[in-house]
């Protein structure tokens, strides 16, 4: 009997199982090796188109002509990022099941950060530990919040690792997760080069607020679901442990989500002072988990296994997604 042609081989249901298949692989890489080298990493290729945008928008003194270069750049950037996700994509699928599981393994793990979101914390964590004060501020500034935290106290610094903590339990799982298991390796790589513009962009200084907007803008409208998302995750998981009020933490949610600027870092951030119990607190911007205790180190350490729980919870319901998906399909 003759081989079968290689075309058909690819259009066994094997293959339709690939997504869930380089998920799990992604987050086991992402979790044994953190980041890869700058030279390699997808988002610092986009953070330097990002800055190239910022660099050119500062010549112009319009606020009109700032906002059409930011979103020219945004609708550029995605088109490009879009298109180069679907081709990889589509290529992984010409090659043998494991190989192409690899290959968008390696892609997809350059969407998230769990590990190095966890380390981050971790140093910061070490740093109170040890009473220096000075240099948990420095781990605080140089690896989670872009705030001035000079003048931050020890549990004013334990309450801005808890938050940053939370808020990108989202920004840099939940949310690729969501569109991953949506849209494929377009939509995760789409979703990381639209935070990032965020993230490069999204400050109301006059150099930037009127550049950053159409990002500020889309990145909203992207993580609506995955930030309430998120928040659900973590109240389940959060509150499995007899130990926590299930009812206190969703009513501090319920309560507290409103309260940032922000349409959606409320949503993790307020969920996740509901299941620590801890007051999360900007100066002058917010107060979430009013009532309750004020962080400490022990904070950031359960902060952190919230996340590896949540993480957890949001890879069990997309695997779940993705195989139902090929099943059916």
Same mark, same amino acid.
């Given at each position: 009997?003759?081989?079968?042609?290689?075309?058909?081989?690819?259009?066994?249901?094997?293959?339709?199982?690939?997504?869930?298949?380089?998920?799990?692989?992604?987050?086991?890489?992402?979790?044994?090796?953190?980041? =890869?080298?700058?030279?390699?990493?997808?988002?610092?290729?986009?953070?330097?188109?990002?800055?190239?945008?910022?660099?050119?928008?500062?010549?112009?003194?319009?606020?009109?002509?700032?906002?059409?270069?930011?979103?020219?750049?945004?609708?550029?950037?995605?088109?490009?990022?879009?298109?180069?996700?679907?081709?990889?994509?589509?290529?992984?699928?010409?090659?043998?099941?494991?190989?192409?599981?690899?290959?968008?393994?390696?892609?997809?793990? /350059?969407?998230?950060?769990?590990?190095?979101?966890?380390?981050?914390?971790?140093?910061?964590?070490?740093?109170?530990?040890?009473?220096?004060?000075?240099?948990?501020?420095?781990?605080?500034? @140089?690896?989670?919040?872009?705030?001035?935290?000079?003048?931050?106290?020890?549990?004013?610094?334990?309450?801005?690792?808890?938050?940053?903590?939370?808020?990108?339990?989202?920004?840099?799982?939940?949310? =690729?997760?969501?569109?991953?298991?949506?849209?494929?390796? =377009?939509?995760?790589?789409?979703?990381? @080069?639209?935070?990032?513009?965020?993230?490069?962009?999204?400050?109301?200084?006059?150099?930037?607020?009127?550049?950053?907007?159409?990002?500020?803008?889309?990145?909203?409208?992207?993580?609506?679901?995955?930030?309430?998302?998120?928040?659900?995750?973590?109240?389940?998981?959060?509150?499995? /442990?007899? /130990?926590?009020?299930?009812?206190?933490?969703?009513?501090?949610?319920?309560?507290?989500?409103?309260?940032?600027?922000?349409?959606?870092?409320?949503?993790?951030?307020?969920?996740?002072?509901?299941?620590?119990?801890?007051?999360?607190?900007?100066?002058?911007? @917010?107060?979430?988990?009013?009532?309750?205790?004020?962080?400490?180190?022990?904070?950031?350490?359960?902060?952190?296994?919230?996340? @590896?729980?949540?993480?957890?919870?949001?890879?069990?319901?997309?695997?779940?997604?993705?195989?139902?998906?090929?099943?059916?399909?």
């Amino acid at each position: 009997m003759s081989e079968a042609p290689r075309s058909c081989i690819r259009g066994t249901k094997m293959f339709e199982h690939v997504p869930a298949a380089a998920l799990l692989v992604a987050l086991i890489a992402d979790w044994q090796f953190g980041e =890869p080298p700058n030279r390699l990493h997808p988002v610092v290729a986009m953070g330097n188109w990002i800055d190239l945008t910022r660099r050119q928008g500062r010549k112009f003194h319009s606020n009109a002509a700032r906002f059409c270069i930011g979103l020219a750049s945004l609708l550029l950037g995605m088109f490009v990022i879009g298109v180069i996700g679907w081709g990889i994509e589509r290529l992984s699928l010409q090659t043998p099941f494991f190989v192409a599981v690899l290959i968008q393994a390696a892609v997809l793990k /350059c969407s998230f950060s769990v590990r190095s979101l966890a380390t981050a914390a971790e140093s910061v964590a070490a740093a109170l530990h040890r009473n220096d004060l000075s240099l948990a501020r420095q781990q605080l500034a @140089y690896h989670l919040v872009s705030r001035d935290v000079s003048k931050l106290d020890e549990s004013s610094v334990a309450a801005a690792a808890v938050e940053s903590v939370a808020e990108n339990t989202s920004d840099s799982f939940i949310a =690729p997760l969501i569109f991953f298991a949506v849209a494929g390796l =377009p939509g995760a790589l789409v979703y990381r @080069y639209v935070n990032t513009c965020d993230a490069m962009l999204g400050y109301r200084t006059r150099d930037l607020e009127w550049l950053g907007k159409p990002a500020a803008r889309v990145d909203d409208l992207l993580n609506l679901i995955p930030s309430r998302l998120t928040a659900a995750l973590m109240l389940l998981v959060g509150t499995a /442990c007899k /130990c926590i009020d299930r009812r206190e933490a969703i009513k501090v949610w319920w309560r507290d989500h409103r309260l940032t600027s922000s349409p959606n870092a409320g949503h993790p951030m307020s969920a996740a002072a509901g299941v620590l119990g801890v007051v999360l607190e900007k100066h002058d911007h @917010y107060r979430l988990g009013g009532g309750q205790s004020l962080p400490t180190v022990a904070s950031i350490v359960a902060a952190n296994s919230l996340l @590896y729980r949540t993480v957890i919870a949001g890879t069990l319901v997309a695997m779940v997604w993705l195989i139902c998906v090929a099943t059916i399909v």
